[in-house]
C-alpha cells in the first residue's frame, strides 16, 4: 500500500513526464503550485517509489521516470478521464457530420481524425465481414487437385483464392457443392458462412458428395480467411514525432509490422467489450515492449463490430485518450447504424 504522500507525488510525476519527456527530479515536483512537501521530502519518498518499482532512474540522470508498473497503477487508481475541450467536440462534430456512402468512409475518416487529435497512431478493425452477405459463390476447376473459389458479396465485392484438393475430384461433385452452397448460402452474412458450412451444409454435402470432407476442409479454409478484419490506419508515421523514438531502426521494425494486418488485427483486437488498456510488456509483443495501446469497441445495432484502437509510447497522454476514445466509440457506434447516410 503506497502512502497519501507517495500517491501524490507519484502522479506528479507521471502527469509531468506525459508532459514533457524529461525525466522528473525533486525540485521540478516540489515547485508545482499544489505541492506543499520539501525537495527532501519529496526525494526520500521518489527513493522509495524507485525501490517499490514504480519509478526508474535513467543512466545519466538525477531524475526519475515512471515504470511500466507505475504507469499501470496510475491508468488503474491516479487518472480521471480528462473532459475534452469543447474545441475538440467541435472539431470531431464538424468532421463526422459529412454524409458517408459506405462503412469503410466511416472508418478511414475517423481513424485520421483521431491520429490527428492525439499525434499518435490509429488503428480501427473494419467491420464490413458483419454487414456484407454472399450474393454467390463459383468453383472452378484448374488442375486436378486444385481449384479457385470465387466469392462475391451483396456489395459487389469479389474475392478469390486457390484451393488444394487431396486427390482428384470430379466435375459432377464440384457441380453439386457449388449448387448446394447458393443454393443454403445465398444471402448470408459473411461473417456466418464457417459457422453455416459446419454445423448445415457439412450434413448435406455428406449426402450428395462422394469427396465432401475434402471439399469441406478447403472451403473452411476459404471461409475463415473471409472472417478477417479489415485495418484502417490513421498517422502510421506519427511515432517519429515522439521523442523515445529516434533510433531508425527501432521505427523502421515497427512501421514494418503495419504492413502484416492479420497479426495487428490479433495485437489490437479485444477480447472485451469497451475500454482496454495495455502498457508495454502487456502487449506480450516484444516489439511493443515500450509502447501502449488503448482500445475500445463499436457496435452496430448493439453487436460488436470493430474495434478502435490507439498506439502511442508508455508516456501517453491516458487521461485524454480514454475521453477521445470513449467518444469515438459511441460517436462510431451511432454513424454506422444512421439509416440516412448517402
Same mark, same amino acid.
Not at 478469390?160 to 457441380?175: A, I, K, M, R, Y
Given at each position: ?31 508545482? @503550485? ?27 540522470? @538525477? ?139 457439412? @450434413? ?57 494486418? @492479420? ?80
Amino acid at each position: 500500500m503506497l502512502t497519501e504522500r507517495q500517491l501524490y507525488i507519484l502522479k506528479a510525476i507521471v502527469d509531468d513526464y506525459i508532459t514533457n519527456a524529461e525525466p522528473v527530479g525533486s525540485r521540478t515536483v516540489s515547485k508545482r @503550485a499544489d505541492m506543499n512537501f520539501s525537495p527532501a521530502t519529496i526525494r526520500n519518498e521518489m527513493s522509495d517509489l524507485e525501490e517499490l518499482g514504480f519509478l526508474e532512474k535513467p543512466h545519466s540522470s @538525477a531524475g526519475r521516470i515512471p515504470s511500466q508498473k507505475g504507469y499501470r497503477y496510475y491508468v488503474d487508481h491516479l487518472l480521471s478521464p480528462k473532459q475534452l475541450s469543447s474545441k475538440d467536440v467541435t472539431n470531431i462534430r464538424s468532421q463526422l457530420a459529412v454524409k458517408f456512402h459506405e462503412s469503410e468512409q466511416v472508418i478511414q475518416h475517423s481513424a485520421k481524425i483521431l491520429s490527428h487529435l492525439t499525434s499518435y497512431t490509429s488503428i480501427v478493425l473494419g467491420p464490413e465481414v458483419f454487414e456484407s452477405k454472399l450474393r454467390q459463390i463459383q468453383l472452378i476447376p484448374i488442375s486436378g487437385d486444385q481449384a479457385v473459389v470465387i466469392i462475391v458479396t451483396d456489395s459487389g465485392h469479389v474475392e478469390n483464392q486457390t484451393v488444394h484438393f487431396p486427390g482428384n475430384v470430379s466435375g459432377s461433385d464440384v457441380e453439386k457443392v457449388v449448387n448446394i452452397l447458393n443454393d443454403r448460402l445465398r444471402g448470408v452474412p459473411i461473417f456466418q458462412l464457417q459457422q453455416k458450412l459446419s454445423q448445415e451444409i457439412s @450434413a448435406v454435402l455428406k449426402k450428395h458428395v462422394s469427396k465432401y470432407e475434402t471439399m469441406l476442409s478447403a472451403l473452411t479454409d476459404v471461409f475463415r480467411d473471409q472472417q478477417q478484419e479489415k485495418v484502417y490506419y490513421g498517422g502510421k508515421t506519427n511515432i517519429l514525432s515522439q521523442p523515445e523514438f529516434n533510433d531508425v531502426e527501432r521505427v523502421r521494425s515497427i512501421l514494418n509490422i503495419f504492413e502484416e494486418d @492479420a497479426l495487428v488485427s490479433r495485437l489490437i483486437r479485444s477480447e472485451d467489450e469497451g475500454l482496454t488498456i495495455r502498457i508495454g510488456e502487456e502487449n506480450d509483443f516484444k516489439p511493443f515492449d515500450d509502447l501502449s495501446i488503448v482500445t475500445a469497441t463499436y457496435t452496430l445495432e448493439g453487436k460488436y463490430v470493430g474495434t478502435i484502437g490507439l498506439l502511442g509510447p508508455t508516456r501517453m497522454e491516458y487521461p485524454r485518450v480514454i475521453s477521445l476514445m470513449e467518444y469515438f466509440s459511441k460517436d462510431m457506434s451511432e454513424l454506422l447504424s444512421r439509416k440516412d447516410r448517402s
